[in-house]
């Protein structure tokens, strides 16, 4: 597809299992950005991939939360120990290297519920 | 702290009334973006500022970016129910990572 895919929609768990995210960016959008927005709230970064650098990892909550990137196409955001605060929509963003102005193009999000 | 705070946090208004909200900061930016939210949905970007005192119409929506490069404002004209959505203002920082403000959520009645 032409924009960017998040899989699953929607994932259920139970407390203290692992969960995988999924972000498929727009093809040729060397940044990729993962955010977490709960309930009502703003966006929280979480973590942002540009091109062969390392990771800016800064606004990953805890350890427990961890995130790859393969080349410059698919990521994964994983979840280890799921807590029931850790429910949210995370939301993956992609975007042309444009350093300081580029626009983000975000994908649906993946609701995560906590049991 | 938040590096962007934004006024109001939530703003219920009748269709055909104007309002204005604000996106505020201590530090300077060399640009700005709005973008707007509807549920279920990612955010999409509306405009972005680039230069201190520039004024952008996006139909019945105005953007000013602050001449200090500090802060944005969005005002709406007339507004639609159409217009509903969470509103939020956004910056490239340090490693040129995009943050968000806090969002202003809009709510416009028939």
């Known amino acids: 597809g032409a924009g960017v895919s998040q899989s699953p929609s929607n994932k259920v768990t139970e407390k203290g299992k692992d969960v995988e995210l999924r972000c498929d960016p727009i093809?040729?959008?060397?940044?990729l950005y993962w955010y977490r927005q709960r309930l009502g709230q703003g966006l929280e970064f979480l973590i942002y991939f540009q091109g062969n650098s390392a990771p800016d990892k800064s606004g990953l909550p805890s350890d427990r939360f961890s995130a790859e990137r393969t080349g410059e196409s698919v990521s994964t955001l994983t979840i280890q120990r799921t807590q029931q605060e850790d429910s949210a929509v995370y939301l993956c963003?992609?975007?042309?290297?444009?350093?300081?102005?580029?626009?983000?193009?975000f994908g649906e999000g993946s609701r995560l519920t906590v049991l | 702290t938040q590096l962007l705070e934004q006024s109001p946090q939530f703003l219920s208004i009748q269709e055909g009334e104007n309002l204005t909200v604000y996106c505020n900061s201590s530090?300077?930016?060399?640009?700005l973006q709005w973008y707007r939210q509807e549920p279920g949905e990612g955010p999409v970007l509306l405009v972005t500022v680039v230069t201190g005192g520039e004024v952008k119409k996006l139909k019945r929506l105005t953007f000013q970016f602050g001449d200090a490069r500090k802060d944005s404002s969005l005002h709406i004209t007339a507004a639609q129910p159409g217009d509903t959505g969470l509103y939020l203002c956004a910056v490239h920082y340090n490693t040129d990572k995009l943050i968000f403000g806090t969002g202003t959520r809009l709510q416009v009645f028939p």
């Open positions: 530090s300077v930016f060399s640009s």
């Open positions: 093809s040729g959008h060397t940044a």
């Open positions: 963003a992609s975007s042309l290297p444009i350093l300081g102005a580029g626009e983000l193009f």
